[in-house]
């Protein structure tokens, strides 16, 4: 993993290159072990040694009559540990040149084509690969790599900047457009090293993050005129003509909904899946350095577990989880079940209430947006023990829920699209054999997957008091509401919401950001885009069926996982006591920060209202915790990345805290 920048301009103007290296210096984290520039001026690319900032051959370029333009890299070595792998890096003569961030898993295979189609390499890396794939396939090379990306390639012959994110959007893109140029990041940190970038609240954004939880789930970022490109997205920048036009974003990927599962010979869907998944976790722990695994508990991490640890032979796998000593949010007894089974060396961290709020604002220093629970803390100490472990390399189990349709809100949408059918009773009655739930809750699930979301947000806000805490004006909904990609499948739209819009994206920044705190690759084995066309090609039935979810990938790991683990119904995660936490030891802190003059200013939120929820939560008459978490968590990011972002960065206390 890594960290890219870059400024390009429109017009003939010189670059700044004390503000590349500032933006390029304050991602160390995602790189620490190379950093590099590259400046494209007149007809020749000029690399910038570190240690120099300016001299004759600068000045050259700078006095040039054309756009100067200039990457800057950070890099996290992963594969090729040789100065071999330095960025940014050039074709052989110099006409193409890469700033990337991210691992191609298939780069051995696609070195070997390449290599027959006459090209030749320098280095035993994945970089090299995109380079050369771009030389032979153009735009359409992302659709021959299998990994994660975000990257920026300069084409000196065309004048063509092309920047492309992956599939799914596991690595970030961040950019920020006006008239004069594109800068662009990693990290949005980094482009709030240009104090011509102004830090302005997107409160449209804000009020979708405290009406329904939701991050990630546009292009728009927490900050007005900061966009990042989405998953499946690139765009071209055409410098070759006089002007310049302003890049829109082209999606190259998406799951295509004609696509259904053909039946070959005696092969079931679960053996077909177990086939993909096991050669996705085959690319993923291809590393020249540690390499670990996330293990929850849950089934999706311990199915990771367990097949990896097939896969490594007489390598022994390292494991990492979070715990409590509250039964209620301890996993210990599955992780036990897979580490017995597997051999594995198991690590565990217990996550400290008192200390969320002394490492906050470095958390959200790293975050850069406010975050939906105190589960992403969860996570950061997870990370913070691998790295501890010497670990470099994690693989997790992000993204299963939303393709697989574990998540049990889904189970309204599966029975809708059943209930004119014979087999609407049974699912009814599976769910609440295998489940336990009540018939009041599986018809409320079903209410809310038959009537358009537009209906139930006018009606809470007319007949309900929920959200009247909220003082901002209510956003544009279109770009909250799901889709009909596959048509009249409830379940299918759903999954596909959660996945491109909702859910995944948001989950995805949480680990990139936390995993790259701690300069860790995190690998994400489920969202490998095979395993992905797969799950929305074959029925329903094989994610849910009567009561069982994420069927198909129980029964493929039938003999593979502890039974205990495989058989459970119920799911966590690395979740967080915060409910309780929120009553007891943290109460006093809430208070503290909810009813303090700054946020009293904002204006965003009719205070009697929250007084009144936050003594709901703590009397223990509802549980509110998930809401008041967004408020305290927004009032601090502003305090952070709004008033004080300077000051914050100068006061962000050590990561390893």
Not at 260 to 265: A, D, E, F, L, W
């Amino acid at each position: 993993m890594c960290g890219i920048t870059g400024i390009f301009h429109f017009e003939n103007d010189p670059l700044n290159l004390t503000l590349l290296r500032r933006m390029t210096a304050v991602l160390t984290h995602r790189g620490p072990d190379d950093e590099g520039y590259v400046l494209f001026g007149g007809h020749s690319p000029h690399l910038v040694p570190v240690e120099i900032s300016n001299g004759e051959e600068l000045e050259r370029i700078q006095g040039s009559d054309s756009p100067v333009h200039g990457l800057g890299h950070r890099r996290l070595s992963i594969i090729d540990l040789s100065p071999a792998g330095h960025q940014p890096m050039a074709n052989e003569d110099g006409s193409v040149w890469l700033a990337y961030n991210g691992e191609v898993y298939n780069y051995l295979e696609l070195r070997r084509e390449l290599q027959g189609q006459g090209h030749s390499f320098h280095s035993r890396t994945d970089t090299e690969v995109v380079v050369h794939g771009y030389e032979e396939w153009g735009t359409d090379c992302l659709n021959h790599f299998n990994g994660m990306w975000a990257f920026a390639l300069w084409d000196n012959r065309k004048k063509v900047l092309f920047c492309a994110r992956d599939r799914f959007g596991i690595k970030p893109f961040y950019y920020h457009l006006d008239d004069k140029r594109m800068v662009f990041a990693s990290e949005i940190k980094s482009l709030l090293q240009d104090p011509s970038i102004t830090r302005i609240p997107n409160e449209a954004l804000i009020h979708d993050y405290l009406r329904y939880g939701y991050v990630d789930h546009t292009d728009e970022t927490f900050f007005d005129g900061i966009h990042q490109l989405r998953g499946g997205h690139y765009l071209v920048v055409d410098f070759s003509g006089r002007k310049v036009k302003k890049p829109v974003p082209i999606r190259y990927w998406d799951i295509d909904p004609s696509s259904k599962h053909q039946t070959s010979g005696a092969r079931t869907p679960a053996r077909e899946f177990l086939e993909l998944f096991e050669d996705s976790i085959r690319l993923r722990l291809r590393s020249d350095v540690p390499l670990g695994t996330c293990l929850s508990g849950g089934l999706d991490s311990s199915s990771i577990v367990c097949l990896a640890s097939r896969l490594m032979n007489r390598h022994m796998q390292r494991t990492f989880s979070s715990c409590f000593e509250d039964e209620d949010y301890d996993e210990r007894r599955y992780i036990r079940e897979v580490l017995s089974m597997t051999k594995a060396d198991g690590s565990l961290i217990f996550p400290d209430p008192q200390s969320l709020f002394q490492e906050i604002q470095n958390l959200l220093w790293f975050q850069e947006e406010p975050f939906y629970s105190t589960s992403v803390y969860a996570q950061w100490n997870v990370f913070r023990l691998a790295e501890a472990k010497g670990v470099k390399v994690v693989l997790d189990g992000q993204g299963a829920d939303e393709i697989l349709g574990g998540y049990h809100s889904a189970l309204g949408y599966h029975l809708s699209d059943k209930i004119l059918s014979k087999d609407f009773y049974p699912e009814v009655k599976g769910i609440r054999r295998e489940l336990g739930y009540s018939y009041k809750w599986i018809a409320k699930s079903l209410f809310i997957s038959l009537v358009p979301f537009r209906w139930i947000e006018w009606a809470r806000r007319l007949l309900f008091s929920r959200y009247r805490e909220i003082n901002l004006k209510g956003g544009d909904l279109s770009r909250i509401l799901p889709c009909k990609k596959f048509g009249t499948d409830h379940f299918q739209n759903f999954l596909y919401h959660m996945v491109m819009a909702i859910s995944l994206p948001a989950l995805l920044h949480y680990e990139d950001r936390n995993s790259m705190a701690f300069s860790i690759e995190s690998r994400v084995p489920f969202l490998d885009h095979r395993v992905v066309e797969f799950l929305f090609s074959v029925p329903s039935e094989w994610k849910t069926h009567r009561g069982v979810t994420k069927r198909i990938l129980r029964e493929s790991m039938d003999g593979v996982l502890p039974e205990k683990v495989r058989s459970r119904p119920d799911k966590l995660g690395f979740v967080t006591p915060e409910a309780v936490w929120f009553r007891t030891v943290l109460k006093g802190k809430i208070e503290e920060i909810l009813e303090s003059e700054s946020l009293k200013d904002r204006g965003y939120f009719n205070l009697p209202d929250v007084r009144k929820k936050l003594d709901d939560h703590c009397s223990g008459r509802k549980n509110m915790s998930d809401t008041i978490w967004r408020w305290v968590n927004l009032e601090l990011w502003l305090r952070s990345f709004i008033d004080d972002f300077e000051g914050a960065h100068e006061k962000s206390p050590d990561r390893h805290l």
